[in-house]
């Protein structure tokens, strides 16, 4: 089953922005190595940092659009992995796994696989 980890917490960016040079190398080593372990297990689906809410739009049930994301929230998202293992107790140690830089929401996926 695939599962998607979600990446973020508050104000994710700001304290993304503020962290030193040095620091956001260790991070991306950190996470690096988390990826590739978990590809090497064959349960890395895809993952990938997002870029600030401030780049984002959302398209409204109207068609309507506007800047920024759907929630209005603190809570910001960073990134995110999809796996793919076979229960919730899986998902949850990997994500466990993951460098302790933010919260992990780990949620289900519904299984149909659009493309």
Partial sequence: M??????GGPDHH???????????????ADFGAFAKAVAQRGELIDGD???PETTSRTVHEDG??????????????????VVDVPS??????????????????????QGVQIR
């Fill in 88 to 109: 919730i107790d899986d998902a949850l140690a990997l994500a466990k796994l993951l460098p302790k830089h933010f919260a992990v929401e780990v949620r289900p996926t």
């Fill in 2 to 7: 695939r599962y998607l980890l979600l990446l």
């Fill in 14 to 28: 700001a304290r993304w922005a503020a962290l030193s040079e040095e620091q956001k190398q260790t991070a991306y």
């Fill in 64 to 81: 309507s659009v506007t800047e920024g994301p759907y929630a209005e929230s603190v809570e910001q998202l960073g990134g995110y992995y």
């Fill in 49 to 51: 940092a997002l870029q």
